[in-house]
């Protein structure tokens, strides 16, 4: 099946600094998002991005299909950004979504 | 996007009794809906799809007569733990796909503890 790696797996921030997220997959895709998964466990959609840039306050994200990769901007980082932060792809010609193994983010004061 | 409610939220149950978790779509019909399990700090693993109106599909490793799934309508799915054990503890979450190119939303997850 396709794998799907994510890194860093751990990240310390403090408050006010910027980061990026890695996702590489290992196959065609058809389908890409990005979640964040709060402390209580709900995942929180943030990008659906097959492909492209696009933006949502504080959050980017690009995705580069023929490179297998996506990338997941965090700006000015707030405490409130602290969670786990998973990719998820779903091949080409699919529906199941595949995780990576997250990146956890701790944001500090 | 949708908007997809679990029930329980949480549960204990003792050894060997079984369990039903219920994932509802609120706001889309939902032909295909899927089940995950989450183990405490790990990634979410797909169990099953579930499709309205058949049977579901399970994922290599995952015993169907252990864990039963039930879609008989477009807004609900179940998932029933049968003869639970401790090893059964986990987090598990249901998604539907909203239509659109299969994105999906997650419910809020139902956390069990088999004691």
């Known amino acids: 099946g396709i794998q799907v790696e994510q890194s860093p797996p751990d990240l310390i921030l403090q408050e006010g600094a910027n980061s990026t997220l890695r996702c590489n997959f290992s196959?065609?895709?058809?389908?890409l998002q990005w979640f964040h998964q709060n402390p209580w466990g709900q995942l929180i959609n943030l990008f659906y991005i097959p492909s492209g840039t696009k933006q949502n306050g504080r959050l980017s994200a690009t995705t580069v299909a023929t490179e297998r990769y996506s990338l997941l901007y965090i700006s000015s980082s707030q405490t409130t950004d602290s969670g786990v932060y998973f990719c998820a792809v779903t091949k080409a010609a699919g529906n199941k979504l595949t995780f990576g193994g997250g990146t956890r983010v701790l944001v500090k004061p | 996007g949708a908007v997809v409610s679990q029930h329980p939220s949480w549960v204990i149950c003792k050894s060997g009794t079984s369990v039903k978790i219920e994932c509802r779509s609120l706001?889309?019909?939902?032909?295909?809906m899927f089940w995950y399990r989450q183990f405490p700090k790990q990634s979410l693993m797909l169990m099953a799809t579930?499709?309205?109106?058949?049977?579901?599909?399970?994922e290599q490793g995952v015993e169907k007569d252990k864990f039963l799934i039930n879609h008989a309508s477009l807004t609900l799915s179940t998932l029933t733990v049968t003869s639970a054990h401790p090893e059964d503890s986990s987090f598990y979450i249901c998604?539907?796909?909203?239509?659109?190119?299969?994105?999906?939303?997650f419910g809020p997850g139902t956390r069990l503890t088999v004691l």
């Open positions: 706001d889309f019909q939902a032909t295909t």
């Open positions: 579930s499709n309205e109106g058949s049977k579901a599909t399970y």
């Open positions: 196959d065609s895709v058809n389908n």
């Open positions: 998604s539907e796909t909203s239509g659109r190119a299969n994105e999906q939303f």
